[in-house]
């Protein structure tokens, strides 16, 4: 192990929301990895069951030469300070961004922060670190490292500027990939959170990258439109290391789980065996009876949709690529095979009528769902609804969960959709077993 200690950093601090879902986040998990398997010393420092000023104390006490600091636009706000901090405190540590608001404004980063490191960068930003342990260069000799060989790397600096496109790792070097270290996580304190909510140990894992599909209001600047699929091998690994670590239970993190038949059949096969139960996102279009009960003997018990409208010219203006019969469709079927399903609704969508909302509220009343819920549209940076709507403050550090409010300037009534929403959501809390979604 080199003499370089190397800091990473999420800056999120629990609310105790009733829709919180808390895992290890998996990007920390998998920087610390890479890091340790090229020899360089990493820690990490999750806030999620501390608090800012012990994050802050626990980082200076540590002493990094490197601070990798994760943010999020809901993460922004915090990311920043825990920043300052280190700044302060520890003026010769190279602090260092990552994450969706970094990939996406980098120089918004700076001077706050040294460098960013934009989209995936498992492997440039762990070399990056390598680098400076082998040479023993400090922050003020950035210029003797091979700065045009790091993936996504971003300075700006007075006679330094650095400016590295992002890359998207094909499925050959997500192969050759080490597995995420999650040693650093407090695990004791993520399991109880859990079996104070639902009675099991949940935790999290993806086993793709990407989404190859363009909604409106979605915004993918880490993994981008590329789908790559992990190995099974290394996925089933990791859940091993899961189990060991006491969790029995797994929320499948990926965008699009259900896209490649495949890679689903045989994660299927595989996870059949373990007697484990697990959920995900699944799309609207392209399931069927078969696919559906594949998943239920393989200890499926729950998937996530996100219909977003029961009106088809409303679906047309997110651009997504399925229509209201297909989501229909996709709802029986799945319950059918006794899974669960809990479906996502989006109103008061720019340009869409008082009618579709109303038409949205019928459908969601009409579906065997087991959760539902509803929000308005949330303007993230980088998608195409961003660039539509105006009155956007992109300074905002968003961190309201499940709050109806518009963030930026819309014609509905907010009130008004707030009494439907309710409304609705009360008929349906009536229905046996009916509740709001916990993700």
Request: proline share 6%.
């Amino acid at each position: 192990m080199g003499t370089l200690r190397v800091a990473l950093v999420f800056p999120y601090f629990r609310t105790r929301s009733v829709t919180e879902m808390l895992f290890p986040p998996l990007g920390i998990a998998a920087l610390a990895g890479q890091l340790r398997a090229l020899g360089v010393e990493a820690r990490i420092f999750d806030g999620t069951f501390s608090t800012p000023e012990r994050v802050n104390e626990a980082l200076a006490s540590y002493r990094p030469d490197v601070a990798g600091i994760y943010s999020m636009i809901s993460l922004s706000r915090n990311a920043f300070r825990i920043a300052d901090s280190l700044r302060a405190r520890l003026p010769r540590c190279l602090i260092v961004a990552g994450g969706p608001m970094p990939t996406l404004y980098p120089a918004r980063y700076l001077p706050r922060f040294d460098a960013v490191f934009r989209g995936e960068a498992d492997l440039s930003f762990p070399r990056f670190c390598r680098d400076l342990d082998r040479l023993r260069i400090g922050c003020d000799r950035l210029d003797a490292l091979p700065l045009a060989s790091y993936e996504g790397l971003f300075i700006d600096l007075p006679g330094l500027g650095v400016d590295n496109p992002p890359v998207h790792y094909h499925e050959q070097q997500i192969a050759s990939f080490c597995l995420p270290d999650r040693g650093g996580f407090d695990h004791a304190a993520y399991q109880e959170a859990w079996l104070g909510k639902d009675g099991s140990r949940t935790t999290s894992l993806m086993t793709t990258l990407g989404c190859p599909f363009g909604c409106d209001f979605c915004s993918k600047p880490i993994f981008g439109s590329v789908f790559r699929r992990r190995s099974l091998d290394a996925v089933f690994e990791e859940i091993d290391g899961l189990l060991a670590l006491g969790y029995d239970r797994l929320w499948i993190a990926d965008d699009n789980l259900t896209l490649s038949r495949p890679h689903l059949e045989g994660f299927c096969r595989r996870a059949g065996g373990l007697g484990i139960a697990w959920s995900c996102l699944s799309r609207a279009d392209g399931v069927d009876r078969a696919t559906a009960l594949l998943m239920k003997e393989a200890g499926c018990r729950k998937v996530y949709l996100g219909l977003e409208s029961g009106s088809g010219e409303t679906l047309g203006l997110m651009n997504k690529r399925f229509d209201v019969e297909e989501s229909a469709h996709a709802v029986h079927r799945y319950h059918e095979a006794g899974i669960e399903v809990a479906a996502f609704f989006m109103v008061g969508y720019p340009g869409e009528s008082l009618a579709s909302i109303e038409e949205t509220f019928r459908f969601a009343l009409s579906l065997p769902l087991n959760e539902i819920s509803f929000n308005v549209p949330f303007p993230l940076p980088g998608s195409r609804l961003f660039d539509r709507v105006s009155g956007v403050d992109e300074t905002l550090d968003w961190n309201e969960e499940n709050e109806i409010t518009f963030v930026y300037d819309s014609g509905f009534d907010q009130r008004w959709l707030r009494r439907r929403i309710a409304e609705t959501l009360d008929t349906f809390a009536r229905r046996a077993g009916g509740k709001v979604p916990a993700i």
